[in-house]
């Protein structure tokens, strides 16, 4: 120690943190440059790696993950095809979409809620559920998903309440696909005006078929971005896209006056045993059709269990005589050619000869020299014949063309067809066919075409054209009734003296069992022979009655038609007037119609 101090040296001091002098030495020196290079190209390559990533993400592959991102984020709603509703002139139902579900059962898939995770149920324990709320066997649902692990169908058309409460039992496995049905609350009513759509909703007739563009809703493929919760995210929508179709097909026909018309004309066929009938009721300013009743029918709801031919109109596209019931037209056309005189008479011989042919009146018996109310009351075969010989035949034809024998009616009622008229030459060279034709015989029409005829003589002459629709409305609006219409053809003076002359018909003649006290109403019976391929048949007729209402001031047609009635006593006043009456009392009522003159106290009593 002394030579330490000789030498003015002093002994290092400890570390606190102990170590030898060397490796505190060590701890100072500098790190080598290269291996700071290559951590910091280490650092830059990552870096750069990840730019590159980066760039490759947003520029390269930017929309193809946007794509993807897109389709997990938005919903597509497919849509199910649903249909606009039908109603009748006030509103009521007669054709909607109702929506109805399929059951499908995975079995795969099956837990109850609250069980654990990885838990799956058997089929029996899944049948043994839905059992009590389906009401169907617990065994036929087994036997169904026995062996099957997913896509098992168990139940079709179950009704909304129905899977609500299959929804509430929360079985995993369990899918419900919604479907629209097409129903028709009122059975066979409107059946052979709205036709109907088959199990794949493929519409197959009536308005059902020729307004399908018109009856599908405007639906179309909808996509709707969601967030990570499930909200409706309003990025992406366009304007309309959540639009909902509430537009509905008015009808003009009254389902109260369908249904009177509809029993009357039913219980008429089956008395009288006939092959079927039709009833029609058109407004007469605007050519509304009010009913359209014909029998036999079907319920569109179960069409599989009827023939195919009930599903078309017959009074639309079936052809045939119109007979007596078109007298009062050619009356009109003779008025209206300056022919007769109103005040006129002709002779009834009960018989003649035309061009070698003979013709009767239908009761082989002559009624003398008589005017032209008492040729519309007896209805006079002969006296028609000697009234329209004073019409020349090509004007004669040059009417009945005018009038739309031998065109299709400008309706919007499925499958009108245009009636048959002979040809110009014909009427004129062969003088039977005009003789044939003043009574109603020798050419075809449809039972559309007579009302439509028959709607001119009671509006003052003008022809309107017949429809059954009134147009798409929106919501609970109801279109009002159009104003009058039609192309003027007739005098209204004319019009008015041939609808006086079918009054006295009902006064006086076939056509008294119509007669309601206090109103004044006119017709005319008809009894006609049916052609079949150009011949008659032996025994087979048409009988028929029209009728308008009131006379004062009219506003109605009523046409009855049926078709082949079994028995002697068949004729026009006794199987189809009485089917007119019901339904004139029943309209009488329905559109309040006030009475036209007093009603005498014996008739009130």
């Known amino acids: 120690m002394a030579t330490e101090r000789l030498q003015g040296r002093r002994p290092a001091p400890r570390a606190s943190g102990g170590g030898s002098r060397r490796q505190r030495v060590l701890a100072f020196q500098p790190v080598p440059s290269r291996r700071l290079w290559m951590v910091y190209a280490l650092l830059a390559a990552g870096l750069g790696g990840l730019a590159l990533r980066l760039a490759w993400v947003q520029v390269i592959q930017g929309n193809e993950l946007l794509e993807r991102a ?19 002139r006030q509103g009521r139902l007669v054709a909607l979409d109702e929506e109805r579900f399929t059951l499908w059962a995975h079995p795969r898939y099956f837990s109850f809620p609250g069980d654990d995770i990885g838990r799956l149920r058997s089929p029996v324990d899944v049948a043994r559920k839905l059992s009590t709320v389906l009401g169907k066997p617990m065994a036929d649902l087994v036997k169904a998903m026995d062996g099957r692990k997913s896509g098992v169908k168990l139940v079709n058309d179950l009704d909304p309440e129905t899977a609500q409460r299959v929804r509430e039992l929360g079985i995993s496995g369990i899918d419900l696909e919604a479907y629209p049905q097409r129903v028709y609350p009122q059975g ?96 007469v300013r605007n050519g509304e059709l009010v009913a359209l009743a014909s029998t036999p029918t079907y319920d569109p709801n179960r069409f599989w269990s009827y023939k195919p031919g009930l599903f078309r109109e017959w009074s639309v596209q079936d052809l045939y005589e119109p007979g007596s019931t078109f007298k009062p037209i050619n009356l009109a056309i003779a008025l209206q050619e300056n022919a007769i005189d109103p005040s006129g008479k002709v002779n009834d011989s009960g018989q003649l000869t035309i061009g070698g042919w003979p013709i009767f009146n239908h009761d082989r018996k002559g009624n003398g020299v008589i005017d032209f109310p008492t040729v519309l009351q007896v209805s006079s075969n002969v006296g028609m014949v000697q009234a329209m010989r004073r019409v020349k035949p090509a004007r004669f034809w040059h009417w009945l063309h005018t009038l739309g024998i031998d065109t299709t009616p400008d309706t919007d009622l499925p499958g009108a067809v245009a009636g048959q008229l002979k040809s110009l030459e014909t009427f004129k060279t062969q ?96 009894t006609a022979q049916k052609a079949e391929n150009g011949v008659y048949v032996s025994g087979a007729r048409i009988t028929s009655f029209i009728a308008h209402l009131p006379i004062n001031d009219p506003r109605f047609v009523v046409l009855v038609v049926v078709d082949e009635p079994q028995g002697g006593n068949a004729y026009g006043s006794t199987v189809a007037v009485p089917v007119a009456k019901q339904i004139i009392e029943a309209l009488l009522v329905i559109e309040k119609i006030p009475p036209s003159r007093n009603v005498p106290s014996t008739a009130r009593s």
């Not at 088959?198 to 078929?209: D, F, I, K, S």
């Not at 929508?237 to 009808?251: E, F, N, P, S, T």
């Open 70 to 88: 897109r389709s997990i984020q938005t919903q597509t709603v497919t849509p199910l095809g649903r249909r606009r509703t039908i109603v009748d």
């Open 188 to 283: 066979g009513l409107f059946a052979n005006v709205v036709g109907f759509l088959n199990l794949e909703r493929v519409p197959q007739a009536g308005l059902e078929q020729s307004r399908d563009r018109d009856l599908r809703r405007h639906e179309s493929t909808r996509s709707l971005r969601r967030g990570a919760d499930g909200t409706p995210l309003p990025d992406g929508l366009k304007a309309g896209v959540i639009y909902g179709d509430d537009l509905r097909l008015q009808l003009t026909l009254d389902a109260r006056l369908q249904q009177v018309a509809q029993m009357a004309l039913t219980n008429q066929v089956k008395q009288w045993k006939a092959k079927r009938g039709v009833a029609l009721v058109m407004d």
């Open 431 to 526: 003088p039977i066919e005009p003789a044939t034709a003043a009574f109603g015989q020798g050419f075809n029409l449809t039972p559309l075409k007579l009302i439509q005829l028959h709607a001119m003589l009671a509006n003052g002459g003008r022809l309107v054209s017949p429809h059954i629709t009134r147009g798409l409305r929106s919501g609970d609006d109801l279109a009002p009734a159009p104003p009058a219409s039609g192309v003027q053809l007739i005098k209204p003076e004319i019009a008015q003296t041939v609808l006086n002359w079918m009054e006295t018909v009902v006064e006086k003649g076939s056509g008294k069992g119509v007669q309601i006290p206090g109103h004044r109403i006119g017709g005319k019976t008809g």
